[in-house]
């Protein structure tokens, strides 16, 4: 089971309305390489992971994205908080709007919403890591291509610290890989 | 119990930018060129986490960065990591508590690939026992985090309801 923990793992105080910067930094919650993604495909990749370590390890990190999943929530939130219909719709979200008023739902920047194509489970432990090794560093990307569109440093803080989780987390899921490599690939 | 309405001027003094805490680099670091802030943990003297001096950063560098090993810190492009800015004891306790909190689960990471390191474990104990303080320290003066601790739920009416929830902090 989970426990509720009721604060955010790294802080978020964007007071600057940005609308622009919402609907690209919705991509790490409903987007292909997002948060979600993340931690759905951990998650659901635990339960064939060969030994106790793997199981662990996917299992924590799971855990981990889903206060990712919430601090990029958080920080959508903050950037739309009190927008105007016609503010919205000069930064091209009246679509989101007309569907979800300002509320959260899961879509990448371009309003597509998210689905559970995004991610694969395989049984076949060294298949699902090498996914995620690749879901880490496509995660690095995007974040970086999110940086390089940041204005305000109250985003770009947030954003280049969940860019190093992905760092953290591929050096660690890379050690798994290949020790399973190792002893399943004779 | 300490009276920290007298500090109550968080809000009001609330920022909405971050400082830079490191200056840019050269363009194009590459990976493990970054000199690493060794663990000032060592200071205590227990002896035992001299031996993880070379392995992980301290809390403070650490949560920072948003990677607590030594030597795997990898910046993008000319941009370390920006500082956010803390305004006021309470906004200070909190971050406090995320800052040990997440050493702590770094280090869980680092263990679950590496369970025979008895050094990192004992770092892992010691960080999760600060945390426990902390958090303890937080809910009696602000409130509860967390429902199944004996601090701050004793009251009514029902305290874990009270704002701020996460995302309005």
Redesign the interface.
């Known amino acids: 089971m989970w426990?509720?923990?009721?604060?955010?793992?790294?802080?978020?105080?964007?007071?600057?309305k940005n609308l622009k910067m919402a609907k690209a930094v919705i991509s790490q919650y409903g987007g292909a390489q997002s948060e979600l993604s993340a931690a759905l495909r951990y998650l659901n990749q635990r339960y064939t992971m060969p030994d106790a370590?793997g199981k662990?390890?996917l299992n924590?990190?799971g855990t981990?994205e889903l206060a990712h999943v919430?601090m990029i929530?958080?920080m959508v939130?903050?950037m739309m908080k009190g927008a105007t219909p016609d503010e919205l719709k000069e930064a091209g979200l009246e679509g989101n709007y007309t569907e979800h008023g300002l509320a959260l739902f899961p879509t990448d920047a371009n309003g597509v919403p998210w689905t559970s194509t995004y991610f694969s489970t395989t049984g076949d432990p060294v298949a699902d890591l090498e996914e995620d090794l690749a879901a880490e560093q496509k995660a690095r990307a995007v974040y970086?291509h999110l940086?390089d569109l940041s204005d305000?440093?109250?985003i770009?803080?947030p954003l280049?610290?969940?860019?190093?989780?992905e760092?953290?987390?591929y050096?660690?899921f890379k050690?798994?890989s290949d020790?399973y490599k190792a002893k399943y690939y004779k | 119990m300490q009276n920290y309405s007298s500090y109550g001027l968080d809000d009001v003094f609330m920022r909405t930018f971050m400082m830079p805490a490191v200056m840019p680099n050269a363009v194009n670091i590459p990976q493990m060129n970054v000199q690493d802030n060794i663990s000032t943990i060592s200071q205590n003297n227990n002896g035992y986490n001299m031996m993880n001096q070379n392995k992980f950063v301290n809390p403070t560098e650490g949560f920072l960065r948003g990677n607590m090993e030594a030597g795997t810190y990898l910046p993008y492009k000319n941009m370390t990591y920006l500082r956010p800015v803390i305004n006021g004891e309470k906004q200070n306790a909190l971050y406090k508590l995320q800052e040990i909190a997440f050493a702590a689960h770094d280090i869980n990471l680092y263990l679950d690939t590496h369970p025979n390191d008895a050094n990192a474990i004992r770092l892992y104990n010691e960080y999760n026992k600060q945390e426990k303080k902390l958090n303890d320290e937080y809910e009696r003066k602000y409130g509860p985090i967390d429902l199944s601790d004996d601090e701050g739920l004793n009251v009514t009416p029902w305290a874990w309801i009270k704002e701020p929830w996460p995302w309005n902090e």
Not at chain 1, 3 to 15: D, E, F, G, R, T
Not at chain 1, 160 to 165: A, F, I, T
């Open positions: 426990k509720y923990s009721k604060k955010l793992q790294y802080p978020i105080n964007i007071k600057r370590k662990a390890l924590d990190i981990e919430e929530c958080t939130y903050q970086e940086i305000d440093p109250a770009t803080g280049l610290w969940l860019r190093q989780r760092v953290v987390h050096n660690r050690e798994l020790e």
